[in-house]
C-alpha cells in the first residue's frame, strides 16, 4: 500500500497543522489547495480539477492511502436573508467539494484493491443550532452524513471514513470574528478545557483516526468540550441574563 497522504486544503489553518504534523512523523503528504503553500493546485469546487490534482498524485507517489479533507469556507446569516448564489456557493465547498474528492480516491482505491483511510473536517456546528448560521450548519450536518454512508458503503472495500468536528478554531476561517476581548473570553469560558481549539489540536485528531484502524463512520467532536452545550446561548446564561438562576 501506498503511504502517501494527501491533505486537500492544506495551504493554511488546520489543513497546514495536519501537512506539518504528517512532517514531523516523516510521513510525505502532498497538499491540494488553491492557497498558500501547496503542491498540487486543485479548486475542490471543480470536478475536472480534482480529477486532475488526483491523477498527478497518482502520477507522482501512487494512490494515497490516507485523505484529509479540511478545505472549507464559513459562513454567517439569517435564513430568511439567505440567496440561492450563496446557498450554493456554500454547500459547493463544504459538501459537493469533499464528496467528489472522497469519491474519487474511494474509486482509486477500489481500482487496486487497495485500502484506504479518510477524514474530513465537520464541525459542531452539524449538530448544534445557531440561528445566524443556518447555511453552514447545514452543509456541515449533510457532510457528518455522508461522511457515515461513505463508511457504510465503502467499507466492504477496506476503505474507512470518518470525520473529526472542530469548535471554535483559531484559523483564518473566524474572518471578522474580533482577535481578542470578550467575544473570544466568552467562547473560551463556555469551553470545557477553558481555551479556544488550536490546529494543532485537531491535527492530532485526524492522525488519531487515520491510526484507528478498527474505526469508521466515527464523528469525533475536537473541539475541548465546547459542544457539550449550545456554544452561542447556554441555558445557564440564559438564566443568568433573566435574573433567574437557581430558582426554583
Not at 498524485?57 to 430568511?80: K, M, N, Q, W, Y
Not at 439567505?82 to 454547500?91: L, P, Q, T
Not at 487515520?210 to 440564559?238: K, R
Amino acid at each position: 500500500m501506498s503511504d502517501t497522504a494527501v491533505v486537500v486544503g492544506g495551504g493554511s489553518g488546520i489543513g497546514a497543522a495536519v501537512a506539518l504534523a504528517y512532517a514531523q512523523a516523516g510521513r510525505n503528504a502532498l497538499v491540494w489547495d488553491i492557497a498558500g503553500a501547496h503542491d498540487i493546485e486543485c479548486d475542490v469546487r471543480d470536478a475536472e480539477a480534482i480529477d486532475k490534482a488526483l491523477a498527478e498524485t497518482i502520477e507522482r507517489d501512487g494512490v494515497p492511502s490516507e485523505l484529509t479533507i479540511t478545505a472549507g469556507v464559513g459562513h454567517s446569516g439569517l435564513l430568511l436573508d439567505e440567496s440561492v448564489a450563496e446557498w450554493d456557493r456554500v454547500f459547493a465547498i463544504n459538501t459537493r467539494g469533499p464528496l467528489l474528492v472522497m469519491r474519487a480516491v474511494a474509486k482509486a482505491l477500489i481500482n487496486e484493491g487497495k485500502s484506504g483511510s479518510i477524514v474530513v473536517t465537520s464541525s459542531v456546528s452539524a449538530r448544534l443550532v445557531d440561528r445566524a448560521m443556518g447555511t453552514y450548519c447545514a452543509s456541515k450536518a449533510a457532510l457528518s452524513m455522508l461522511t457515515q454512508v461513505a463508511a457504510c458503503e465503502w467499507g466492504p472495500h477496506r476503505i474507512r471514513v470518518n470525520a473529526v468536528a472542530p469548535g471554535v478554531t483559531e484559523t483564518p476561517m473566524l474572518g471578522r470574528a474580533p482577535s481578542g476581548g470578550e467575544w473570544f473570553a466568552a467562547v473560551a469560558g463556555r469551553t470545557a478545557l477553558g481555551r479556544l481549539g488550536r490546529p494543532d489540536d485537531l491535527a492530532q485528531g485526524v492522525l488519531a483516526l487515520h491510526g484507528l484502524g478498527w474505526v469508521t463512520g466515527q464523528i469525533l467532536e475536537c473541539d475541548g468540550g465546547l459542544g457539550l452545550h449550545s456554544p452561542i446561548d447556554a441555558y445557564g446564561e440564559s438564566q443568568k441574563a433573566a435574573g433567574t438562576w437557581g430558582r426554583r
